[in-house]
């Protein structure tokens, strides 16, 4: 049962657009939530979180929503360049009792077009 | 580079044969873990140790096990190894802390084929 979901296996954005990429999840316990980016022959790079008490997080270009009602959550990176090109991975954890497991979704694969 | 460590990169082998992964967490780092990424799937947990001592399991087959050793490397053992266990495994490490969302750093992985 694939408790995290990201339905999309791939997307192709324009440079300088927005890339939107999207993550559902249907384990309720959930409340922490992360997303990994991994280049070809490297493991995944942690990009950014959320903790389930906030409903965006941001960092640079990259803005994380989380919309707990509906088990959804997604990435925006604005604006998109060339170096984002990479598979991203959502990533969720149930952090009570100190669980550190990482249930991950099967990844995006994000092109960005010059 | 996330200062973590996998050898060997590539490993072929046949069915039913023994292997046996190598992890080196980033320096400081007390916590190991161990992930399977099969074909077109996510990363799925095996098994955490910390500080030498296995303190979470996930789907590991009892085919497979692993140890964290004094100077905190890590090897992750596979037996008797079928077609199905072809995959990447990553390992990951974070600091002491245990705090739940301390982030995990990946290493490369291991590329392991089952012929």
């Known amino acids: 049962d694939q408790q995290v979901k990201q339905n999309s296996p791939s997307l192709s954005v324009q440079e300088g657009r927005i890339s939107i990429l999207n993550c559902d999840y249907t384990?309720?316990?959930?409340?922490?939530f992360l997303w990994y980016k991994k280049y070809p022959a490297e493991g995944p790079t942690f990009l950014i979180s959320?903790?389930?008490?906030?409903d965006k997080n941001e960092d640079g270009r990259f803005t994380v929503f989380l919309n707990k009602s509906a088990k959804h959550l997604s990435l925006h990176i604005v604006p998109s360049q060339p170096g984002d090109s990479a598979v991203y991975f959502c990533?969720?954890?149930?952090?009570?009792?100190?669980?550190?497991?990482?249930?991950f979704g099967t990844g995006t694969r994000l092109t960005i077009i010059p | 580079d996330s200062g973590v460590t996998q050898t060997p990169k590539h490993l072929i082998t046949a069915t039913g044969q023994r292997v046996t992964l190598r992890c080196s967490p980033r320096?400081?780092?007390?916590?190991v873990y161990w992930y399977q990424q099969s074909l077109d799937q996510g990363l799925q947990f095996l098994i955490q140790?910390?500080?030498?001592?296995?303190?979470a399991k996930g789907n590991i087959l009892e085919r497979f096990s692993a140890q964290q050793f004094p100077d905190l490397h890590s090897e992750l053992n596979l037996s008797s190894l079928e077609l199905g266990d072809s995959a990447l495994y990553f390992c990951?490490?974070?600091?002491?802390?245990?705090?739940?969302?301390?982030?995990?750093?990946f290493g490369p992985g291991t590329r392991l084929t089952v012929l």
């Open positions: 990951a490490s974070s600091v002491y802390t245990l705090a739940p969302t301390d982030t995990q750093y």
């Open positions: 384990n309720s316990m959930f409340d922490y």
């Open positions: 959320i903790s389930s008490i906030k």
């Open positions: 990533a969720a954890s149930d952090t009570n009792f100190g669980n550190e497991k990482l249930t």
């Open positions: 320096s400081g780092d007390l916590s």
């Open positions: 140790y910390y500080n030498g001592e296995e303190r």
